[in-house]
């Protein structure tokens, strides 16, 4: 297939791997000039009904959940030779299963910060009435965005589960009793063939997450002993399994309690187990800062020391192109610009009338709360991207699968004036969707840009303001050394001064 058009609209590129029911290939859309993962049903399943109806359902379940962290449903359709094909976002990255085999197991605050997506990604899927049943590293791909390292991305929904009411599998493709799942990440209760409860999942998520911390599986051996072990077997504490990771107490539990036999003792949700993970206080991690923000924005927080002191010992900066900065090389500074705000405020309480003092501390308060405001707006901002690229999503996804129905019936039913005009009004729906949706995000994106200049502006303006008031500091603090509080802050603003020294 490699070269040729595929339905008009999609140039196959080259293959990308393929599996037991078909083979995946990667696409350009002729149209919007994107690249996309184009996966085809084998020949020997396009007249099965079990497997087209299989097939079609990966694409119902993947339309239903148009999540950031789940791979996006753009198009299906059928080939001239009969073969079925979907069309997804093309996740371009290693899996975790390649990363897991490179690397050995993966440290402990990445681990958490991928599970977290995951847990995310797995609640909104359930809350959208679908269980993917089979989790797996294989199926989880890390890429990477500008400022936004080992973004997970979910696939392959082949045999989810849909339990929206109103919908109704069809039984030749989800049978009594029948077995879904990867040996090693399966659940007790589908061991059982009981393949119908979203804590299945979170079973499946407690697996990957002991695979991450310590390179193993729960269980290991020979498929049939590995069942038998999640039915019967208590699993090893990760610490345990592998104490070079130093795997904190607290995560242990959260792994094992996924672990749970019984699903009424595991922890319920997604959302439960991310809250459970956001609540971890790991000695190292990442700080992403936004759009256009960095090192220069910490500098403008009032409450410097507390906003540094409570974060990880490792701490990173990613820019959104992607460049890193290591945050405690201006730690001191910020502690220094703390105090000597400190021993301005300490001068006028301390009798000292100076007007110009007093017009330099206003100054500063003014213009650190117009950059709180900023950050507030940038961040609403943000959020707001989000919420419209989220909703754009679920909006066009819906309307392609739609689509996509409608000329999969033209495709083997013929020609049909009222079908091809509800064709051409969906297509067009479509298009302006889409249009919306690029015009409102280049809405906000105008506006971060703005505010981020006003940022600047600001931050420059109190460097300014800053450096006047160390002057006046300068000019009066020695002479009020026999105030015990400025006497301290002077030997406070010593140490950090040495230690700024000592670092350069």
Do not use: W
């Not at 029948?178 to 998520?205: C, H, K, S, W």
């Not at 077997?233 to 094992?256: G, K, M, N």
């Amino acid at each position: 297939m490699i070269g040729t058009i595929v339905d008009g609209r999609y140039r196959i590129l080259k293959r990308l791997g393929s599996g037991g029911m078909g083979e995946v290939y990667l696409g350009e859309h002729l149209e919007h000039g994107r690249h996309e993962a184009i996966k085809v049903l084998k020949s020997r399943f396009a007249r099965d009904k079990g497997h087209l109806a299989r097939f079609r359902r990966e694409a119902r379940a993947t339309n239903r959940v148009q999540h950031e962290n789940i791979v996006s449903f753009y198009d299906f359709g059928k080939l001239e030779d009969g073969r079925l094909y979907l069309t997804m976002e093309f996740a371009d990255g290693p899996n975790l299963e390649e990363c897991l085999q490179h690397e050995g197991r993966i440290e402990k605050g990445r681990a958490v910060s991928i599970l977290r997506q995951l847990s995310s990604a797995v609640d909104f899927a359930h809350g959208k009435g679908v269980i993917h049943r089979d989790l797996k590293p294989q199926n989880l791909v890390l890429v990477q965005l500008p400022g936004r390292p080992d973004t997970v991305k979910i696939l392959d929904f082949g045999v989810a589960k849909i339990t929206a009411p109103g919908y109704f599998e069809n039984m030749a493709i989800t049978k009594e009793g029948q077995l879904f799942g990867t040996p090693a990440y399966i659940a007790p209760e589908q061991v059982r063939g009981v393949n119908d409860d979203p804590r299945t999942d979170v079973y499946a998520m407690g697996c990957i997450a002991y695979a991450l911390l310590t390179g193993e599986t729960p269980f290991v051996g020979r498929p049939m002993a590995v069942l038998e072990a999640h039915l019967s077997d208590l699993p090893q504490p990760p610490s345990q399994r592998c104490v070079e990771a130093d795997i904190p107490r607290e995560l242990d539990e959260i792994v094992l309690r996924c672990l749970e036999k019984d699903p009424e003792s595991r922890v319920q949700t997604g959302a439960e187990m991310e809250e459970l993970l956001n609540a971890l206080r790991l000695n190292s991690g990442r700080v992403v800062v936004g759009r256009g923000l960095g090192v220069e924005t910490l500098a403008g927080f009032g409450a410097c020391e507390a906003t540094i002191e409570g974060l990880p010992a490792e701490l990173t900066i990613i820019d959104d192109e992607g460049r890193s900065t290591d945050v405690f090389a201006n730690r001191y500074d910020l502690q220094l610009r703390r105090v000597m705000r400190l021993l301005a405020e300490s001068i006028c309480d301390g009798g000292c009338s100076e007007p110009a003092l007093l017009v330099v501390l206003a100054e500063a308060n003014q213009v650190e709360q117009e950059l709180s405001e900023l950050r507030e707006e940038l961040s609403y901002l943000s959020r707001s991207d989000q919420l419209v690229a989220q909703k754009g999503r679920e909006r066009e996804a819906s309307l392609r699968f739609a689509l996509g129905e409608l000329k999969f019936e033209r495709s083997t039913k013929g020609i049909d004036a009222e079908r091809d005009a509800a064709i051409e009004s969906l297509a067009k729906r479509l298009a302006d969707v889409s249009e919306q949706t690029r015009l409102h995000h280049n809405s906000i994106i105008d506006k971060q840009i703005n505010r981020t200049a006003e940022q600047a502006h600001k931050l420059e303006e109190l460097r300014e303001i800053d450096e006047r008031l160390n002057a006046l500091v300068e000019r009066y603090a020695e002479d009020m050394r026999d105030n015990p509080q400025i006497s301290s802050l002077l030997d406070e603003r010593g140490r950090i001064r040495d230690l700024i020294e000592f670092e350069s």
